[in-house]
């Protein structure tokens, strides 16, 4: 062990001091190794991994919410797309104290379905698996227009706050707050960060300042259905026409 010791510290003296000698790796092994059934167990790293798996499985499997008919993904407009996108906005209001006009899941990121039955912790992280942030921006109408026309390129998103047809991968009678949405006027929206640095070709939106809190999304879709929950309200969405196809 001393000898170890000793090796690792004068190697680390010397990558340290030698500054002029950089070290560089030349040559590159490995070894791949099939796991199967009839691989053997290793029992002393099933006891080292066991408690931090009984952890997880016990956070995870927490129930928080229910479902009466379950909810899938689908284009212009689905269940669980008015459910996601609800929550933002609700949540987005109370965690920023501000009046959100329009909230907005991009499609690619809805990754998973709600069954119906008890609503667990982790189908939450399988629904959102990624650590977006929801963050808001004023843009003006101008801007929105560009944006909404971005989502009904691409097959109509996830929204709320917002009606709209869509006509040759253009938004068209756009209402806004159960107003005619009007180009002259700036508007609050929540969106994940990574929409609004330009993701899922929103460039329009990339440069506009942000108000961030470090609110998760996926935190967010816990806290609305566990509000709904207390609530003894089901985390059920409805078809609305929020997003149809004028063609």
Avoid at 47 to 68: A, D, F
Avoid at 197 to 226: F, P, W
């Amino acid at each position: 062990m001393k000898c170890r010791i000793y090796i690792g510290y004068a190697l680390a003296c010397c990558l340290i001091i030698s500054c002029k000698q950089p070290l560089q790796q030349s040559v590159v092994q490995y070894q791949g190794f099939q796991i199967n059934k009839q691989t053997p167990v290793d029992s002393s790293l099933i006891r080292l991994i066991e408690p931090y798996g009984n952890q997880l499985k016990s956070s995870m499997g927490k129930v928080i919410g229910h479902s009466l008919n379950g909810m899938s993904k689908k284009q212009p407009e689905s269940e669980i797309g008015n459910y996601m996108a609800d929550a933002m906005k609700e949540m987005a209001e109370k965690k920023f104290g501000i009046k959100v006009d329009a909230s907005f899941v991009n499609y690619g990121g809805v990754r998973s379905y709600i069954a119906k039955g008890d609503v667990t912790v982790g189908q939450i992280f399988e629904l959102m698996p990624f650590d977006n942030l929801v963050v808001l921006q004023e843009i003006k109408g101008t801007v929105l227009q560009q944006f909404l026309d971005a989502t009904a390129s691409d097959g109509g998103w996830p929204l709320s706050g917002v009606k709209m047809e869509i006509k040759d991968k253009k938004a068209i009678h756009i209402i806004i707050g159960g107003k005619a949405f009007d180009k002259n006027v700036s508007y609050w929206i929540a969106n994940s960060d990574y929409v609004a640095n330009g993701g899922s070709n929103c460039s329009m939106l990339k440069g506009i300042h942000q108000e961030n809190k470090g609110y998760l999304l996926r935190d967010a879709l816990i806290d609305y259905t566990v509000e709904s929950s207390a609530k003894g309200k089901s985390i059920d969405s409805n078809i609305e026409n929020r997003v149809v196809n004028a063609n």
